[in-house]
């Protein structure tokens, strides 16, 4: 009788240990990834379903943390206000703090790209955003800018600032992704424009340099600016 000995596999058959070890799930972690897929390929690459494979497990898995997609975007939200700063309230200069703070917030919702679009459709309710309305708050109570005018500055204030870095992201899914692309297309506009036959468009086609003149953020600190300004004919 010959005896048999069990022959190990060849090591290029065995099964390679995964050495990798995952995180546990959690919120932090579903946000953390979610985040990552934004700032990679921009909001219309996010899904639950994306998450989940960057996360190597299943959709159904998230919702034990995470309720659904209009969740999530809530936390990636609250997420990006937590880049925001607020100065402390100085009433000498409440409203170069206002425009300050609404320029560095304009600069933080470009550098998440589309993640504008998501905070335009929702209240800010998370612990971020509420640090953030507060503080915002305090500088124009400090300016003595009474509470309804405070309260409706703030929500108009912040539509101007996300509608203007929405549009950004356009521009750039539409491929002006550079300050170069940004002036060929004004060019164009420009060249438009005086094309126009000046007597049926007198005003346009004498202002042409002014109607398409600035940059983006002279642009954006005019609009706040002047936000700002009609706010302190308020102010006692």
Do not use: C
């Not at 995180?23 to 972690?29: G, M, V, W």
């Not at 919702?63 to 209009?70: F, L, M, P, R, T």
């Not at 953020?217 to 006692?236: I, P, Q, T």
């Amino acid at each position: 009788m010959t005896e048999t000995t069990e022959i190990p596999p060849p090591p290029w058959r065995r099964p390679k240990k995964n050495t990798r070890q995952r995180r546990p799930l959690s919120q932090e972690l579903i946000v953390d990834t979610a985040m990552g897929i934004l700032d990679a390929e921009g909001i219309d690459a996010l899904s639950m379903r994306r998450v989940a494979v960057d996360l190597r497990t299943g959709p159904a898995s998230l919702y034990a943390h995470v309720a659904n997609k209009d969740e999530l975007l809530e936390l990636m939200v609250d997420r990006v206000v937590a880049e925001l700063e607020v100065p402390a309230p100085d009433p000498a200069r409440w409203q170069e703090q206002i425009v300050e703070a609404g320029l560095a917030a304009h600069r933080v919702w470009t550098e998440h790209p589309g993640i504008a679009r998501a905070a335009l459709a929702n209240i800010p309710v998370g612990p971020n955003s509420l640090r953030y309305a507060e503080g915002m708050l305090a500088i124009l109570r400090a300016g003595g800018v009474p509470d309804r005018q405070a309260g409706w500055f703030i929500d108009r204030v912040s539509l101007y600032l996300l509608a203007d870095a929405f549009e950004e992201s356009l521009h750039h899914e539409r491929g002006r992704t550079s300050e170069e692309d940004a002036q060929e297309y004004l060019q164009q506009i420009r060249d438009y424009f005086q094309s126009l036959p000046p007597d049926r468009f007198p005003v346009i086609t004498s202002m042409v340099g002014t109607l398409v003149g600035g940059t983006g953020d002279e642009r954006l600190r005019f609009g706040l600016e002047l936000m700002v300004r009609g706010l302190a004919s308020y102010a006692e």
